[in-house]
């Protein structure tokens, strides 16, 4: 079992930038998928992305393509978001997820469905103002 806590979040203008942190703690994190979702008040739980065990596969929600940047540490237990180029329509809560299953080769319906991820972080709050 893994423990996940997410920090970073703010407000920020809209065009501007933030990195959110996953911190891991638990045996063996390395081992683990992770994922990022966010949710809207309101809104259901909407995919971000994700990374696998090792770092090497990446996936991303076609609304962040371009401009969000997922990454891991297995050093330092860290799981990273960079955003940039945010736009108001990004503005959630931010979670970190962790899977205990490779994703790597999987279908996008696995890879983005919440139910893929066992571990959940509190979450994150990202504004962005217009």
């Known amino acids: 079992q893994v423990q996940l806590v997410e920090s970073g979040g703010g407000l920020v203008q809209a065009g501007g930038s933030l990195r959110l942190s996953c911190a891991a703690s638990g045996r063996t994190f390395s081992r683990y998928a992770m994922g990022w979702f966010r949710q809207a008040p309101g809104k259901e739980r909407e995919f971000v992305a994700a990374i696998s065990w090792s770092g090497g596969s990446t996936y991303y929600a076609d609304s962040v393509k371009g401009r969000f940047t997922v990454s891991r540490d297995n050093a330092k237990n860290m799981v990273y978001l960079q955003m940039n180029s945010l736009k108001p329509e990004d503005t959630a809560v931010y979670y970190c997820?962790?899977?205990?299953?490779?994703?790597?080769?999987?279908?996008?319906?696995?890879?983005?469905?919440?139910?893929?991820?066992?571990?959940w972080g509190q979450g994150t709050q990202v504004t962005v103002s217009s």
């Open positions: 997820a962790a899977a205990p299953t490779r994703i790597t080769n999987q279908p996008m319906g696995v890879i983005r469905n919440a139910r893929t991820y066992d571990y």
